[in-house]
């Protein structure tokens, strides 16, 4: 091997190093996130299918992967906070507030493209479940009033 290359390699190993203990202890939110992301977009594709839409999987596939990387951004950006607010405040309540908001929109849209899929004429609405205790006061109709069964 060149002086070069060993350089280079030796640059490459420090850095992957430094990613790696970044996101080590945050393995579990990017694979709660992919998880959520791979779900949305399977029941996202079955809803459209009910609903008549043509399914263009190179779009799915470029949203699904766009999303991916929104949240190791948002996962980042947490962990960021954490180390800078979460320091100060001795508990990393911005970045675990931050990061439930940011799960909850996304279970919000899975529970709600799944409901669509069945045929279930109610809507999830994550903030409502925020604020009430009830489940049942979360979900909303969505059906009009002359198309109720």
Do not use: Q
Request: a positive charge.
């Amino acid at each position: 091997m060149t002086e070069t290359s060993t350089l280079m390699a030796s640059t490459i190993t420090a850095i992957g190093t430094v990613i790696a203990s970044f996101y080590e202890h945050l393995a579990l939110w990017l694979l709660l996130g992919m998880a959520l992301v791979l779900v949305d977009l399977r029941y996202g594709v079955m809803a459209a299918r009910v609903r008549g839409e043509k399914i263009r999987l190179s779009r799915a596939w470029r949203r699904t992967i766009n999303k991916m990387i929104d949240y190791l951004c948002w996962v980042t950006v947490a962990e960021l906070i954490s180390r800078t607010f979460g320091i100060s405040l001795g508990v990393p309540v911005v970045s675990m507030s931050m990061l439930f908001i940011i799960y909850g929109i996304e279970i919000s849209s899975c529970v709600n493209n799944y409901f669509e899929y069945k045929g279930v004429r109610k809507r999830f609405n994550f903030w409502k479940l925020i604020h009430r205790p009830e489940l049942e006061e979360a979900l909303e109709d969505t059906a009009e009033e002359g198309d109720r069964r």
